[in-house]
């Protein structure tokens, strides 16, 4: 698991360079950016419950078969099993946040995930609308509790929704 700065100087190391102006520049960009970071972990923390249970609502509003008969979250276990699935997103999403780097995610959450979801018939595109729902939410939370530029957010749910919906297997 690695995060901004470990990634920064894994890749440094590795040519034998010191710390240029590109790594200087996106090393600030990191410690610039930090206390919106930690704000997002904190602003999840305090809501998690309420934004995942949120996104679900809106997300079975849009998509209502989702939770008819036949319906891949229909039955109390899928039903269930979706809701941890979106918890498990957002929790990840909130370490990758402060980390500035995906590598948690593609390590822990979407290491073989398309080959169990094909597998189990859990459908791509909503569990992606599942994803973004709660980007919005938690930008929509951050900004309402002062923080101005929200766009630290983006990044790890913009790869979760990449990796999830990329076709090839
Ligand atoms: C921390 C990393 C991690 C992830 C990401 C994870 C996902 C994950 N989701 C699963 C199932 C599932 N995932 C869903 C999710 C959904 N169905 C829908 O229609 C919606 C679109 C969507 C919710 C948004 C459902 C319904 C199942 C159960 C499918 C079944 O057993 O038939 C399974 C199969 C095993 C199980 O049921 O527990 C895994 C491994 N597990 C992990 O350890």
New binding site residues.
């Given amino acids: 698991m690695r995060d901004a700065v470990t990634n920064l100087i894994k890749t440094y190391d590795i040519t034998g360079r010191y710390l240029d102006r590109n790594a200087i520049d996106s090393l600030k960009s990191y410690f610039d950016t930090g206390t919106a970071r930690i704000a997002a972990a904190g602003v999840i923390n305090a809501n998690a419950a309420l934004i995942v249970k949120k996104a ?1 609502s809106q ?1 079975f509003e849009e998509l209502p078969e ?1 939770i008819r008969a036949g ?3 229909y039955t109390t ?3 269930a ?6 918890d ?2 957002l929790r ?1 999403a909130s370490y990758a946040i402060v980390a500035g780097d995906t590598n948690v995610l593609d390590e ?2 979407l290491q073989g ?1 398309r080959e ?2 094909n597998s ?4 791509i595109a ?2 992606v609308r ?1 994803v973004q729902i709660m980007k919005d939410l938690v930008k929509d939370l951050l900004a309402t509790s002062g923080v101005a530029d929200t766009s630290c957010v983006d990044a790890p749910f913009d790869h979760m929704t990449r990796e999830i919906s990329e076709r090839d297997i």
């Fill in positions: 679900a997300l989702l319906g891949n979250a276990r899928r039903y099993a979706c809701l941890r699935d979106m498990y997103y990840y822990r959450v995930l169990t979801y189990l018939g859990v459908p909503p569990t599942g």
